[in-house]
């Protein structure tokens, strides 16, 4: 039987992980407060952001950090439901 991985980025896409970020602050302009990068605040898109991410290190590393505090707060939310 093969181990799986914890890393909850293990197998995840970065298109995945940037379109789920901008589902969840319900678009660019609120991702653009949490990381305050230009391919979010000026004239962003997903391509263009795809582009610059896989071009700058430091900034994937903000959105993949931004995206494992998501995923934290939704089982959170889903714990409170729960309650």
Known sequence: MEQQSKDPLHGK?????????VEYYQ?????GKQINIKCF?????????????RKTDWARAKVE???LYVLR??????????D
């Open 41 to 53: 605040t000026d004239n962003p898109s997903i391509n263009s952001s795809l582009k610059f991410l």
């Open 73 to 82: 707060q939704k089982k959170k939310e889903a714990r409170n439901k729960e």
């Open 27 to 31: 678009g660019f302009e609120e991702l």
């Open 13 to 21: 896409r970065l298109d995945a992980i940037l379109e789920e970020l």
């Open 65 to 67: 950090s931004l995206y």
